[in-house]
């Protein structure tokens, strides 16, 4: 059983309220829900929509075709009903007018009411939220109710499940790391973490600072850890590209860093609300000359939570960069998950901190006094102990899940993607005939990719970007050049009915 | 030393990695001071910007202030070496970030005393939001900048405190952008003090830059040093200054004696010292974990999770 819901009008006529209520009771009901969110860089008007998608199974995509369409305004209808299956339904707002600002909440009501959740499972979720837990919500709620009548007939299941977005699981896979300090400054789709780290400082002891820019932040982000803090910097791409003299600092003066980088459409401000996998290439070498790093991509919130604190504990065992690479769409969207993430590594300060003793860390070249040579000798041994550092950094990610096997562990066809594509890739493969090779660590990366290549007859590349940057990358690694492509560079993820179309045309 | 011996020193090194744990030593008979030999020119007021910083950290040690507890930040640039003969911690940062970069530090470990050394063309060009907004912030930090009123290290560019008219390789026809005034730019964005010194008078230098360590907030140190190689136009013009009575002054008043000397080479009298000091809430005080800290001597390693 599976359906799609989309919900669109306004920006600031309360989409993610119809969205987020009804899919917390439908969680509480024991459904899957996986939640996208696409709107324009608009902050009232436009178009916003959600897709809920629902199903008695784990889901982690939503679909292009849908089954109900909750119509805050006129042009939801007049774009969306193409994408209407035959037999779907339009729940207008019209009927609701009477019900003013509540009118978000009386559609809520209303799709409750044709999915066939209880009543008082609706209400108690209204109740739930302090915003709605008021008379006029509540009856707005009963209003849209009686309007429909049940129709999908979902039934209680009996699944324990949580609802979380890939911002929230980073805040919960840095606060898992006992981190001390958060530094960034705004900018779309890193913001998430700002906020959510910043709204739960007090409560975990921690610090949240917005600086004047991404230069600052990378920078103070080494000055703390290096007198001691655990310490992680977030943007996006463009921020990113600000930072890349600080990283290269990182690397010269090996202060543990940990950056996260959520990606969005580039180049430029490009589409700033939209989703890609663009920015790999520079996760993977920005900063000027050569020194070791670690990149990972969780693709969902379980990961996130677990890659965030793999990530710290790395930077901080070998005093090295690492970059939490994600996207707009794992950032934003919600996941339903009924797992729970393993148990957190423990990260340990032992490095010399500068209230102990004389610390000295630069930018340039350092003898074994801490101080500035130009001298060819440590040069070498400098340079040489910086690649020591990474065959280090490798044998200890080799004890980590690098990369994940999904799908039927037999079949010949080999489905390569990471990051975001995850969700839309499994939904899409469901029980047909398919391996799906999810790469978590960019770098390093795991001896098995090119296993599983050589053991496969079929190699099919799934991207969201425009050049297929990880197929690049593989090429580099393992000499071996995948032909099949999937790339999607509109913007917008894969939804897996389509992507299911596109994989079987390879086969 | 022999190549052969530096090779045999090179082999029994062992790599930095895991890193971060270095020798460190004074010369001896000098204390606060490197075992590194100065690479300034000869004659150059840095060495005595130096003297003064290294003896200000020393009398706040005879005062009780343990040795261990500074801490520095430099940029890129000639003032920047005084992180290789200054024997303090710190990071030896990116040209135009040490400002950042302290209030980093600052942040990692409330209870440094955090200077930040800089130059001129690192503050007040390539810095020049980091500097702003440090005023604004208020982090218990002092931002000390060796402004020589050229970029030196690239052998003599124009920077933002150069005076009309400087030629240089970059700037054939003559500077002719207005030069900032970094004292008055300072009071204007909120700094809680803000001084100028003379950098060849080592025993006043020494005097500030004490004060303004042990001011609560944010501390700017404006230090006039001459560049005996390359703007010459600017040298020598101790008969210029004179010292400000030691008071408190409103801002108004403090702003009028910052347009005293507009950093064109004309004919007006240069003040020094203290333009202005009044305490605010310093980054320390305002956030609750960080007053914590400070408060109880902790640091975040020390804080239950």
Not at chain 1, 276 to 282: A, R, T, V
Not at chain 1, 309 to 316: G, I
């Amino acid at each position: 059983m599976r359906l799609n819901i989309l919900i669109g009008g306004k920006a600031g006529q309360g989409i993610n309220k119809v969205s987020t209520i009804v899919s917390k009771t439908l969680i509480n009901q024991g459904y899957f829900t996986f939640n996208y969110r696409d709107y324009p860089s608009i902050i009232r008007g436009g178009h916003n929509f959600n897709v809920l998608s629902v199903s008695d199974k784990p889901i982690s995509s939503h679909e292009s075709k849908v089954d109900i369409i909750i119509a805050i305004d006129e042009l939801t209808k007049q774009i969306h009903e193409i994408q209407l299956k035959k037999d779907g339904v339009i729940i207008d707002y019209k009927p609701f007018l009477n019900e003013g600002r509540n009118l978000n909440i009386a559609l809520s009501g209303a799709l409750a009411s044709i999915l066939g959740i209880p009543e008082k499972a609706l209400l108690a979720e209204i109740k739930n939220n302090p915003k709605t837990n008021n008379a006029q919500s509540l009856q707005a709620a009963k209003v849209g109710y009686k309007s429909q009548s049940d129709k999908y007939n979902l039934k209680k299941l009996n699944n324990n499940l949580s609802i979380m977005s890939g911002s929230q699981a980073v805040a919960i896979g840095a606060i898992n790391s006992k981190i001390d300090l958060y530094i960034a400054y705004p900018m779309t789709p890193a913001t998430g973490v700002l906020h959510e780290l910043a709204a739960k400082q007090i409560e975990n002891k921690m610090m949240v600072f917005q600086p004047e820019g991404e230069i600052a932040a990378v920078n103070m982000g080494l000055g703390a850890s290096f007198s001691g803090a655990r310490t992680m910097v977030g943007t996006s791409g463009g921020g990113f590209d600000l930072m890349a003299e600080g990283l290269s600092l990182q690397g010269i003066s090996e202060i543990p860093l940990t950056v996260y980088l959520a990606s969005r459409v580039g180049p430029g401000t490009g589409l700033p609300t939209y989703n890609m996998q663009g920015d790999l290439d520079i996760a993977l070498r920005s900063g000027h000359g050569e020194f070791p790093r670690v990149v990972a991509s969780p693709g969902d919130p379980l990961e996130s939570i677990e890659i965030t604190n793999e990530l710290m504990f790395l930077a901080e065992k070998f005093k090295t960069l690492s970059i939490i690479l994600t996207d707009k769409h794992v950032a934003e969207s919600e996941f339903s998950t009924s797992q729970k993430p393993k148990k957190p590594l423990k990260i340990n300060i032992t490095r010399s901190l500068p209230h102990k003793t004389i610390v000295k860390s630069s930018s340039y070249d350092q003898d074994d006094y801490g101080l500035t040579t130009e001298d060819a000798m440590y040069a070498t041994i400098n340079a040489e102990a910086r690649l020591e550092k990474y065959e280090e950094i490798k044998k200890a990610c080799n004890s980590l899940e690098m990369t994940k096997l999904h799908g039927k562990t037999n079949s010949k066809n080999l489905i390569i993607g990471w990051g975001s594509t995850k969700g839309a890739i499994l939904d899409a493969i469901g029980g047909e005939d398919f391996k799906f090779l999810q790469v978590l660590y960019l770098k390093p990366m795991s001896k098995i990719i090119k296993q599983e290549m050589q053991k496969a007859k079929n190699i099919i590349l799934v991207e969201s970007n425009l050049t297929g940057q990880l197929g690049r990358l593989i090429r580099e690694k393992t000499g071996i050049s995948i032909k099949k492509r999937i790339l999607k560079y509109d913007g917008r993820p894969f939804t897996s009915d389509e992507l299911n179309k596109q994989l079987k045309k390879y086969v | 030393m022999s190549n052969k011996n530096k090779l045999r020193k090179v082999a029994s090194r062992k790599p930095r990695f895991p890193g971060l744990k270095y020798k460190t030593k004074d010369k001896p008979g000098v204390s606060l001071r490197t075992i590194q030999n100065s690479s300034w020119c000869p004659g150059c007021p840095d060495h005595m910007i130096l003297e003064s910083s290294r003896r200000a950290i020393l009398s706040l040690i005879e005062q009780g202030h343990k040795k261990e507890n500074f801490a520095m930040s430099a940029g890129v640039g000639c003032h920047g070496k005084i992180f290789d003969y200054l024997n303090i911690s710190g990071i030896y940062g990116l040209h135009g970030r040490t400002i950042p970069t302290a209030i980093g530090i600052k942040l990692g470990n409330p209870n440094l005393n955090v200077l930040a050394f800089a130059g001129d063309g690192d503050t007040y060009s390539e810095g020049m939001a980091h500097f702003i907004h440090a005023c604004r912030f208020n982090p218990d930090i002092t931002l000390i900048v060796h402004d020589n009123r050229s970029f030196s290290l690239t052998t003599g560019q124009a920077t933002p405190t150069s005076q009309l008219g400087f030629k240089t390789k970059a700037e054939p026809l003559g500077e002719f952008n207005q030069p900032i005034n970094p004292i008055h730019l300072a009071l204007s964005a909120g700094a809680s003090f803000v001084a100028r010194c003379n950098a060849r008078d080592i025993v006043h230098t020494q005097k500030i830059i004490e004060q303004a360590i042990k001011h609560e907030g944010f501390s700017f140190v404006e230090i006039l040093q001459d560049c005996i190689v390359f703007n010459l136009d600017i040298n020598n013009e101790d008969d210029k200054m004179y010292k400000l009575l030691d008071k408190k002054r409103t801002m108004k008043q403090a702003l009028k004696y910052s347009q005293e000397f507009n950093y064109n080479n004309e004919k007006n009298k240069i003040p020094l010292g203290i333009f202005y000091q009044k305490h605010r809430n310093s980054l320390n005080e305002e956030w609750p974990i960080l007053n914590k800290l400070a408060k109880s001597k902790k640091t975040w390693g020390d804080l239950k999770k």
